[in-house]
């Protein structure tokens, strides 16, 4: 009897609909996170501090309008660049 209750609890509890599932699982989710507040804090304060520091930054730094693109001259990848070249330090 007690073998047959374990199995019907490891199955997808069928007469549950899916509101009452993702209710029971917004509460053991809100259970989890109500043990360890200051996880909990660090996980909602964290990234509302990056964005917004983010977003001050981008605010702050003046913005500069390019009228054309840079092209770099192409160079050969089988070889070493003659600017290499001449910058490396030989050990």
């Given at each position: 009897m007690v073998e047959s209750k374990r199995k019907f609890a490891c199955r997808n509890l069928p007469g549950m609909s899916w509101a009452r599932k993702f209710k029971l699982l917004m509460w053991k989710n809100f259970r989890?996170?109500?043990?360890?507040?200051?996880?909990?804090?660090m996980e909602i304060?964290?990234?509302?501090?990056?964005?917004?520091?983010f977003g001050l930054l981008r605010v702050a730094m003046p913005m500069?309008?390019?009228?054309?693109?840079?092209?770099?001259?192409?160079?050969?990848?089988?070889?070493?660049p003659p600017v290499l070249k001449t910058n490396m330090l030989v050990l």
């Open positions: 989890i996170l109500s043990r360890n507040k200051f996880h909990t804090i304060l964290l990234p509302v501090i990056f964005m917004s520091s500069e309008k390019v009228p054309e693109p840079t092209v770099f001259t192409p160079f050969d990848l089988r070889t070493i």
